[in-house]
């Protein structure tokens, strides 16, 4: 989520200040690579790079073709295929043994046109995801062209760089995306041939909302600002709730967590932790989730604590949602032996991650098929 922040950072710059640069995206790949559809960077006319679309392997040559693509002004496709034996033909020896098409875009986005790429750093500021669909391959004699984009705003709002509007209509209907992934292939067939588009859903970074700034908040928030989240941390203590302990922080606020938790109900994609090591307080925050609990719930303590408040809770008669027990995580973290703050700290994050991937954290030398999915 980091490389992706920056990269639409830099590129918005870049636009504002008409700077020549190029955008590369990963547009389709196969077999082992090092990154997925949607992955993105940035290269300057001096060589300067923004983002990564691979380990470090196709860099380099990717520069090379940026140099004809800023002296021409039009975009340009590269298919890269390290699934061969011999990779001499290029000359790239990187072994991933997969095969990646870069599309590279000219900067800056002609004046007064649609920039996609303002609309996907506007979305990084609310909860909600937009849709970005790019053309792969387009028949001949059609008015579409390899790199047209249609967008669609979290309102449903459509706008287009694609001069036939007919076309932008019938590409928005694929919008299929499989659970626990961000991008998709579709193919659309067509009087003069198929049509693929790679169909991304461009979502904020997450939002973890950290009720708790005791000491061992302090890593959570710095590890988790490192990977781009937006952090609210909110405390009921003065001392505490200091922003100048939080630097990676969005929000530091001394909050009465009963009134905050009324008049703030977290958002159903948030992302909640429970770290005031006080039962009391615990109790108060979680009377307000099990009734409406955001995508994770995690409690810092043991399983039998947090137990004991739900079942003070059920005794109360407080209404628990459908889908709480599959949300609420306790104790939190995954078990890899974390003993210092900080390791725990990346136990619980890594744990996040995990949940929202669809994964279970294990061993991936021990994954039956591919990695990424």
């Not at 287009?160 to 998709?184: C, F, G, L, M, N």
């Not at 925050?285 to 409406?292: A, E, K, N, P």
Request: some cysteine; charged content about 25%.
């Amino acid at each position: 989520m980091k490389d992706l922040l920056e990269v639409l950072h830099r590129v918005n710059e870049l636009q504002r200040h008409r700077q020549p640069a190029v955008l590369a995206t990963i547009l389709r790949v196969a077999g082992s690579t090092y990154r997925r559809p949607g992955a993105r960077m940035v290269v300057e006319p001096d060589g300067t790079i923004t983002g990564m679309v691979s380990g470090g392997c196709l860099e380099h040559d990717i520069v090379e073709h940026c140099k004809r693509v800023l002296a021409e002004g039009t975009p340009r496709l590269l298919h890269y295929d390290t699934m061969a034996e011999d990779e001499a033909v290029w000359g790239l020896g990187s072994g991933c043994n997969g095969k990646i098409d870069v599309l590279l875009e000219p900067l800056p986005f002609p004046e007064g046109t649609f920039s996609y790429v303002k609309e996907m750093e506007a979305v990084m500021e609310h909860h909600d995801p937009g849709y970005l669909w790019t053309v792969i391959e387009a028949p001949e004699g059609s008015s579409l062209s390899v790199g047209n984009h249609v967008w669609q705003a979290p309102d449903g709002r459509l706008s287009s760089d694609i001069p036939d509007k007919k076309w932008v209509k019938k590409i928005a209907a694929q919008t299929e995306i499989p659970a626990r992934s961000h991008y998709a292939h579709h193919l659309i067939n067509t009087p003069q041939g198929q049509v693929e588009v790679l169909l991304e859903r461009i979502a904020p970074p997450p939002h973890l909302l950290l009720f708790g700034a005791g000491k061992d908040a302090e890593p959570v928030v710095a590890f988790a600002a490192a990977l781009g989240w937006r952090v609210d941390v909110l405390d009921h203590r003065p001392a505490y709730a200091r922003p100048e302990r939080f630097p990676g922080a969005r929000r530091v606020e001394r909050v009465d967590y009963q009134q905050y938790l009324t008049a703030n109900p977290p958002h159903p994609n948030d992302i909640v932790l429970i770290m005031t090591h006080l039962y009391l307080h615990d109790k108060t925050i979680l009377t307000h989730l099990v009734q409406r609990p955001p995508a994770y719930v995690g409690v810092l303590g043991p399983k039998r604590r947090t137990q004991q408040i739900l079942d003070e809770l059920t005794r109360a008669q407080i209404p628990f949602h459908s889908e709480l027990q599959e949300r609420l995580y306790s104790p939190i973290g995954l078990d890899i032996g974390a003993e210092s703050p900080d390791e725990i700290a990346l136990s619980i994050l890594s744990e996040i991650i995990a949940v929202f991937r669809g994964r279970d954290g294990g061993k991936l030398r021990n994954r039956k098929g591919p990695i990424h999915v």
